[in-house]
């Protein structure tokens, strides 16, 4: 499953929609969560994640998930939650490819 997160942060003043791109994708239990920032320059973001793309793609919202970024290797934990931006820093002409496994609904 694909789910385009471009559309819910069109009036998102901390995400420049001219320069970054964010999607989301899943498999089975496995998911991505991808940011691009074609910029010149490092940035930070703030990213929306609507409710939709929780139902649609069967993950539950407002839990931390362990997310490993696929380009750098490096480790983090972030909440996911419809109700709160998720933060991230953005490398110039990059981005972040977080890996992370979807739980199960408690």
Request: hydrophobic share 40%; glycine share 2%; with cysteine.
């Amino acid at each position: 499953l694909f789910f385009d997160l471009n559309y819910a942060n069109i009036d998102n003043h901390a995400f420049n929609s001219s320069t970054q791109f964010a999607w989301m994708r899943k498999n089975n239990k496995t998911c991505v969560l991808a940011v691009t920032n074609f910029a010149h320059h490092p940035t930070e973001t703030k990213l929306h994640i609507p409710q939709h793309a929780f139902a649609c793609l069967e993950i539950p919202a407002d839990k931390e998930y362990d997310m490993t970024n696929l380009l750098t290797g490096e480790q983090t934990t972030v909440t996911l939650s419809p109700n709160h931006h998720v933060h991230i820093q953005l490398p110039a002409q990059s981005g972040i490819l977080w890996k992370f496994l979807v739980k199960d609904a408690d």
